[in-house]
């Protein structure tokens, strides 16, 4: 009896399961049905599919801030990008100044900038954008603390108060221009100016909210904020007011964190996004045998070197500096690490920033010259010397170990005897920054994409004991690199940037070798997808085919 | 704040006497009889004696994230960050004290119901957890399901036709499966799944180009709440990778111990008595071998579910699952203190309390075990 029971229990249960099964199903096709013929109606008058272009963007990690005041990392800039907006823009794939939500902009003195801000313009939750929005925004940031708005206390050298901060005030005049009043020229504050975390917000919305802006984020963007699933997805709609009626092209950008970067890459191809950030190089013969996809390089903003403590012998010794050069085989090691993905680094920055010396012919690889100046510096011997490798992947040097090797073969070549030496990050950056390497390898990665972040912070004898760990020290160069910081004029300070590493390259205190070209793919019917160095992308114009 | 310290004190000594003292506290009221009373009398005991367990917890996590180098407030602002602004920042955090008085300051936070506040985001961890905890519990729950059903009947099977060509598949199976890295295994089951067959989808919970609408984040859940069948299809389909990615370990864990159990309950003289009786085998096997064999793999399957609940930083990384393994392993890398700490206090809790909860079970199914 028990037995038949269970059975009729069972029996029961599915025939439950079943039919629950068919209303769901008959559900769906329920209500496919009833939409099905207002389409067709709806194609009749206009002859445009209505689906709404969705970009599905996969990346990495999620967001921290969506304040872009708050935030630091390159997370959260790729999403507050596209719902606020800067002052000035950088260019769509370098660090150019454009105009943005300030059409003209003019400087007398490099002490007094006037801003004309574009007319027409509303935050998303319908208040007016002017010139009080702006000075409310500065208002904000300089009345606040280190660890409220770090980017503001390091771009503008702290806060109201502090003797570094270089912003005298900010003011309005009339609607539409506000006047900066600078207590010393600084050469890069236009560039400063268009750094993601100066976006404008809605002064209405973070006077209401304070802390919890950053929940619900207010700009005038061409995407509007919708929903922040945490660590799962952040979802900005068409800001259908915004100011350029033809942008933005997309319905709807949803920022999709997947951790790892094959698996990202996977749901890129079974097409559960449409963009993927963060491919490995090795996987880059992957995307570009695979006719559904596309491959996109980031421009470059880092470089990672070789540097020569330039007060240890034999490396105060010009001649052997420039040995080095000529006997690193940097292609191969492009090849090899990089999966090509790389430029061969001849400055200490990237070209795509303004200011770049492209005329310098660099050091090629050629051993016999090197060794030639080895003897020229009376050590046709050779000599024995520790190389320093970094024990961490970073942007710049994906595998540190594994390209000293290359190196220390490079170097055996011309009979130098190099011994590889590793410490754990923290210890290596201590013993490289007093000096106690005799060469080392390093790199950077810039901030606002200005020349000044690169050559005054890694090569002035200002920072000897801070980034300048190779120890160069040239009073020329420190001479060049000051005047630029208060030059504002672009092209004279352009001018200034291209002797200074002139004579950097002819003193050679390192071995540039890479600048690092970060990968992304999408699918192959993505259109006007321009990745920008500094890793924040504008998705305005982005569009499907 | 020195008031707190001395609190916190108080209230440890407090609760060290109640634990020496237990026995003598209850044993006073032995009004309530029976079975239901020992029952109560033991659950107590059990929850007494996790206070000192996650105490100690507290104690060796709080000193072995501190032991690692880097500098949460250097983590947070980055390398190219000012001196002043980290000082600042240490200062603001709380990182100058003495660690005992961190360690303090955070246990009268514990007493007061305050988990703390991250340090990356400033959000109070009790709030963010809750939703990575959801996640975490919906993928388990399903794992250990698709675990228990193949577990336990492969197990049976396997010990029924004990040397049949099933079994010795199933054991191989199992061996795979139990030494099998689900890293791996996750990306394998992405690749052919996925890509070859494009059958089912490789990452996150839902189809986010129609999101499901979170009330309680468990998202099955929320479908069926809302009524959005549509939805639920699609958010079962992205359980089933992961879920069987998960489920690998646990099954062939499960598998194993029903085989070895049934084997030796097979060989029993009741068995033999309800065979010669004429009993079909079929109910021999599963009504009367299987409750006495259940025990030791209901030990298993309870330790299993504390495991996954603690959240599978590698399924949930490869899977894009928004997990609490995952939730605590960004924390360490931030060296977000409060997150790592009450994280782990959380995850440990679930752990022992399922554990107590499979131990009750035992006597449900088994009454011949007591508890004293």
């Given at each position: 009896?028990?037995?038949?029971?269970?059975?009729s229990?069972?029996?029961?249960?599915?025939?439950?399961?079943?039919?629950?099964?068919?209303?769901?199903?008959?559900?769906?096709?329920?209500?496919?049905?009833?939409?099905?013929?207002?389409?067709?109606?709806?194609?009749?008058?206009?002859?445009e599919?209505?689906?709404?272009?969705?970009?599905?963007?996969?990346?990495?990690?999620?967001?921290?801030?969506?304040?872009?005041?708050?935030?630091?990392?390159?997370?959260s800039?790729?999403?507050?990008?596209?719902?606020f907006?800067?002052?000035?823009?950088f260019?769509?794939?370098?660090?150019?100044?454009?105009?943005?939500?300030?059409?003209?902009?003019?400087?007398?003195?490099?002490?007094?900038?006037?801003?004309?801000?574009?007319?027409?313009?509303?935050?998303?939750?319908?208040?007016d954008?002017?010139?009080?929005?702006?000075?409310?925004?500065?208002?904000?940031?300089?009345?606040?603390?280190?660890?409220?708005?770090?980017?503001?206390?390091?771009?503008?050298?702290?806060?109201?108060?502090?003797?570094?901060?270089?912003?005298?005030?900010?003011?309005?005049?009339?609607?539409?221009?506000?006047?900066?009043?600078?207590?010393?020229?600084?050469?890069?504050?236009?560039?400063?100016?268009?750094?993601?975390?100066?976006?404008?917000?809605?002064?209405?919305?973070?006077?209401?909210?304070?802390?919890?802006?950053?929940?619900?984020?207010i700009?005038?963007?061409?995407?509007?904020?919708v929903?922040?699933?945490?660590?799962?997805?952040?979802?900005?709609?068409?800001?259908?007011?915004?100011?350029?009626?033809?942008?933005?092209?997309?319905?709807?950008?949803?920022?999709?964190?997947?951790?790892?970067?094959?698996?990202?890459?996977?749901?890129?191809?079974?097409?559960?996004?449409?963009?993927?950030?963060?491919?490995?190089?090795?996987?880059?013969?992957?995307?570009?045998?695979?006719?559904?996809?596309?491959?996109?390089?980031?421009?470059?903003?880092?470089?990672?070197?070789?540097?020569?403590?330039?007060?240890?012998?034999?490396?105060?010794?010009?001649?052997?500096?420039?040995?080095?050069?000529h006997?690193?085989?940097k292609?191969?090691?492009?090849?090899?690490?990089?999966?090509?993905?790389?430029?061969?680094?001849?400055?200490?920055?990237?070209?795509?920033?303004?200011?770049?010396?492209?005329?310098?012919?660099?050091?090629?690889?050629?051993?016999?010259?090197?060794?030639?100046?080895?003897?020229?510096?009376?050590?046709?011997?050779?000599?024995?010397?520790?190389?320093?490798?970094?024990?961490?992947?970073?942007?710049?040097?994906?595998?540190?170990?594994?390209?000293?090797?290359?190196?220390?073969?490079?170097?055996?070549?011309?009979?130098?005897?190099?011994?590889?030496?590793?410490?754990?990050?923290?210890?290596?950056?201590?013993?490289?920054?007093?000096?106690?390497?005799?060469?080392?390898?390093?790199?950077?990665?810039?901030?606002?994409?200005?020349?000044?972040?690169?050559?005054?912070?890694?090569?002035?004898?200002?920072?000897?004991?801070?980034?300048?760990?190779?120890?160069?020290?040239?009073?020329?160069?420190?001479?060049?690199?000051?005047?630029?910081?208060?030059?504002?004029?672009?092209?004279k300070?352009?001018?200034?940037?291209?002797?200074?590493?002139?004579?950097i390259?002819?003193?050679?205190?390192?071995?540039?070798?890479?600048?690092?070209?970060?990968?992304?793919?999408?699918?192959?019917?993505?259109l006007?997808f321009?990745?920008?160095?500094?890793?924040?992308?504008?998705?305005?114009?982005?569009?499907?085919? | 704040?020195?008031?707190?310290?001395?609190?916190?004190?108080?209230?440890?000594?407090?609760?060290?006497?109640?634990?020496?003292?237990?026995?003598?506290?209850?044993s006073l009221?032995?009004?309530?009889?029976?079975?239901?009373?020992?029952?109560?009398?033991y659950?107590?005991?059990?929850?007494?004696?996790?206070?000192?367990?996650?105490?100690?917890?507290?104690?060796?996590?709080?000193?072995?994230?501190?032991?690692i180098?880097?500098?949460?407030?250097?983590?947070?602002?980055?390398?190219?960050?000012?001196?002043?602004?980290?000082?600042?920042?240490?200062?603001?955090?709380?990182?100058?004290?003495?660690?005992?008085?961190?360690?303090?300051?955070?246990?009268?936070?514990?007493?007061?119901?305050?988990?703390?506040?991250?340090?990356?985001?400033?959000?109070?961890?009790?709030?963010?957890?809750?939703?990575?905890?959801?996640?975490?519990?919906?993928?388990?729950?399903?794992?250990?399901?698709?675990?228990?059903?193949?577990?336990?009947?492969?197990?049976?099977?396997?010990?029924?036709?004990?040397?049949?060509?099933?079994?010795?598949?199933?054991?191989?199976?199992?061996l795979?499966?139990?030494?099998?890295?689900?890293?791996?295994?996750?990306?394998?089951?992405?690749?052919?799944?996925?890509?070859?067959?494009?059958?089912?989808?490789?990452?996150?919970?839902?189809?986010?180009?129609?999101?499901?609408?979170?009330?309680?984040?468990?998202?099955?859940?929320?479908?069926?709440i809302?009524?959005?069948?549509?939805?639920?299809?699609t958010?079962?389909?992205?359980?089933?990778?992961?879920?069987?990615?998960?489920?690998?370990?646990?099954?062939?864990?499960?598998?194993?111990?029903?085989?070895?159990?049934?084997?030796?309950?097979?060989?029993?003289?009741?068995?033999?008595?309800?065979?010669?009786?004429?009993?079909?085998?079929?109910?021999v096997?599963?009504?009367?071998?299987?409750?006495?064999?259940?025990?030791?793999?209901?030990?298993?399957?309870?330790?299993?579910?504390?495991?996954?609940?603690?959240?599978?930083?590698?399924?949930?990384?490869?899977?894009?699952?928004?997990?609490?393994?995952?939730?605590?392993y960004?924390?360490?890398?931030?060296?977000?203190?409060?997150?790592?700490?009450?994280?782990?206090?959380?995850?440990?809790?679930?752990?022992?309390?399922?554990?107590?909860?499979?131990?009750?079970?035992?006597?449900?199914?088994?009454?011949?075990i007591?508890?004293?």
């Open positions: 009896m028990n037995k038949k029971k269970l059975w229990i069972a029996l029961l249960l599915m025939l439950v399961l079943s039919t629950f099964l068919a209303a769901c199903s008959s559900d769906t096709t329920g209500t496919t049905d009833s939409t099905d013929p207002k389409d067709d109606s709806k194609d009749g008058e206009v002859e599919s209505t689906d709404p272009k969705i970009l599905v963007f996969g990346r990495g990690g999620d967001s921290v801030y969506l304040d872009p005041a708050r935030a630091t990392d390159g997370e800039f790729k999403v507050t990008q596209n719902i907006e800067t002052l000035l823009n260019g769509p794939q370098d660090t150019t100044i454009n105009e943005g939500l300030a059409t003209e902009w003019n400087t007398e003195d490099g002490l007094t900038y006037t801003f004309t801000l574009r007319e027409g313009v509303k935050f998303q939750d319908g208040t954008f002017n010139a009080e929005a702006v000075v409310k925004n500065f208002e904000r940031w300089s009345n606040g603390t280190e660890d409220q708005f770090p980017y503001y206390a390091s771009m503008f050298g702290g806060f109201k108060g502090d003797e570094g901060h270089v912003i005298e005030s900010v003011t309005a005049e009339g609607d539409n221009t506000v006047i900066f009043k600078l207590k010393r020229p600084q050469a890069p504050f236009l560039k400063n100016i268009a750094m993601s975390p100066f976006g404008i917000a809605s002064p209405t919305a973070f006077e209401k909210d304070g802390d919890k802006f950053t929940d619900n984020p700009g005038t963007g061409p995407f509007k904020f929903e922040w699933k945490k660590n799962e997805t952040i979802t900005i709609e068409k800001y259908t007011d915004y100011w350029n009626p033809e942008l933005p092209k997309l319905d709807k950008v949803i920022f999709q964190a997947i951790p790892d970067n094959s698996a990202r890459l996977t749901a890129l191809t079974t097409g559960e996004i449409d963009l993927a950030d963060g491919v490995n190089p090795a996987d880059s013969n992957n995307v570009t045998g695979n006719a559904d996809l596309q491959l996109y390089e980031r421009p470059s903003m880092n470089v990672g070197y070789l540097g020569l403590t330039n007060t240890r012998p034999p490396f105060d010794d010009v001649r052997v500096r420039q040995a080095m050069n006997a690193i085989d292609q191969s090691i492009i090849d090899a690490f990089f999966n090509g993905g790389a430029l061969i680094a001849k400055n200490p920055m990237p070209p795509s920033i303004s200011g770049y010396n492209d005329d310098i012919a660099g050091y090629d690889y050629d051993p016999e010259k090197a060794k030639e100046l080895l003897k020229e510096a009376g050590l046709e011997d050779g000599f024995e010397m520790d190389l320093w490798a970094m024990p961490v992947p970073r942007p710049y040097m994906p595998d540190g170990t594994k390209v000293a090797e290359v190196i220390q073969k490079n170097l055996a070549d011309i009979g130098i005897k190099a011994n590889i030496v590793t410490y754990e990050w923290a210890t290596y950056l201590e013993k490289t920054k007093n000096g106690e390497a005799d060469a080392f390898m390093l790199g950077w990665t810039g901030d606002n994409g200005d020349a000044d972040n690169f050559l005054y912070v890694l090569l002035d004898k200002d920072n000897i004991g801070s980034n300048n760990y190779a120890y160069y020290s040239n009073d020329e160069v420190h001479d060049i690199l000051i005047a630029a910081q208060t030059e504002v004029d672009e092209a300070r352009n001018e200034l940037y291209a002797q200074a590493q002139e004579i390259f002819a003193e050679a205190p390192w071995v540039p070798l890479a600048h690092s070209t970060p990968l992304l793919a999408g699918k192959v019917n993505l006007n321009l990745p920008h160095p500094t890793g924040s992308d504008k998705l305005a114009e982005v569009d499907f085919k | 704040m020195d008031y707190k310290r001395g609190y916190t004190f108080l209230f440890l000594t407090f609760c060290s006497r109640i634990i020496l003292e237990y026995p003598a506290t209850f009221h032995n009004a309530l009889d029976g079975e239901v009373k020992t029952m109560l009398h659950i107590g005991k059990r929850l007494w004696q996790l206070v000192p367990v996650l105490l100690g917890m507290t104690f060796v996590v709080f000193m072995i994230i501190r032991a180098p880097g500098d949460p407030a250097q983590v947070i602002l980055g390398q190219q960050a000012s001196e002043s602004a980290v000082k600042a920042l240490r200062t603001k955090l709380g990182l100058d004290d003495p660690w005992y008085i961190q360690y303090f300051d955070y246990l009268w936070g514990l007493i007061t119901g305050d988990l703390g506040e991250s340090m990356r985001t400033m959000n109070p961890v009790s709030d963010e957890i809750w939703g990575y905890l959801a996640a975490t519990f919906e993928l388990s729950l399903f794992a250990i399901l698709i675990a228990i059903i193949v577990g336990i009947n492969a197990g049976i099977i396997s010990a029924w036709f004990q040397n049949s060509w099933f079994d010795y598949t199933a054991m191989i199976l199992a795979v499966g139990v030494s099998m890295p689900i890293f791996w295994l996750g990306l394998m089951l992405q690749y052919i799944f996925g890509v070859e067959f494009g059958l089912l989808p490789t990452t996150g919970r839902e189809e986010v180009r129609n999101p499901v609408e979170s009330i309680t984040n468990l998202y099955v859940l929320d479908t069926i809302q009524g959005r069948y549509d939805q639920l299809g958010v079962l389909k992205h359980l089933i990778l992961p879920g069987v990615a998960l489920a690998t370990i646990p099954m062939a864990i499960i598998a194993r111990m029903t085989r070895s159990s049934m084997l030796e309950v097979m060989r029993s003289d009741y068995v033999r008595t309800a065979r010669s009786k004429g009993q079909r085998m079929f109910w096997v599963y009504k009367h071998a299987l409750k006495n064999a259940i025990i030791p793999v209901l030990t298993i399957i309870g330790l299993q579910m504390g495991m996954l609940l603690g959240g599978a930083i590698l399924t949930e990384t490869i899977f894009g699952w928004p997990g609490v393994g995952r939730y605590i960004e924390a360490i890398n931030f060296r977000d203190y409060p997150v790592i700490q009450s994280g782990i206090l959380v995850v440990a809790f679930i752990f022992v309390m399922i554990n107590l909860v499979i131990d009750v079970l035992y006597s449900l199914i088994d009454p011949r007591k508890y004293d």
